[in-house]
């Protein structure tokens, strides 16, 4: 999908990325360009969508490569796989493997998109402060903290609130 829209963009161009999914997809356009989460460059969406979209940062005119199913129903072992029509242990693995070699990209479509203007804008992260403790600003001391405080020597005395 990466090497698809890669392909189909100008090599001169800065770019950035959108993923439709937070799993797995996300990796692999981190992996195989510049855009990651931490830069900005790319954007995670959870709409459950297998697709990405690599477009100009500028103009906002681009790619979006997705996973077809309707070309799916070809490949058997790649069509349960995706839809999770059967349980890991039941999936014959060096099929997979082998159909996903087979289809190359032709389980894949292309379209030619453009992002809304507003998506172009980066957004600032604002100020940033040491939390006041006073369960208003942060959202550690607004009980969403995945940390329990430890009772154990080393951390005695070490708020875990604000990390």
């Known amino acids: 999908m990466v090497n698809l829209a890669l392909r189909s963009l100008p090599k001169e161009k800065l770019f ?14 981190q992996l195989l360009t510049p855009c990651t989460i931490g830069n900005g460059w790319l954007t995670v969406l959870n709409f459950g969508r297998f697709a990405i979209t690599l477009y100009d940062k500028y103009s906002g005119a681009g790619v979006r490569v997705y996973l077809d199913s309707a070309k799916l129903k070809k490949y058997s072992e790649v069509n349960s796989w995706y839809f999770k029509l059967k349980p890991k242990n039941e ?15 032709q ?7 453009r992002v809304q203007p507003e ?3 980066r957004k600032k992260i604002g100020p940033v402060a040491d939390c006041p403790q006073d369960g ?3 959202r550690a001391c607004q009980g969403e ?19």
């Open 16 to 29: 950035d990325a959108i993923c439709e999914t937070p799993l797995c997809l996300p990796d692999a356009i």
């Open 145 to 163: 903290s995945p940390y329990v405080e430890v009772e154990t020597p080393d951390l005695i005395g070490k708020g875990l609130r604000c990390l």
């Open 91 to 105: 999936q014959d693995f060096q099929l997979l493997i082998n159909q996903i070699l087979e289809a190359e990209e």
């Open 119 to 121: 998506s172009l804008r």
């Open 136 to 138: 208003i600003s942060c």
């Open 107 to 113: 389980i894949l479509t292309m379209q030619h998109v």
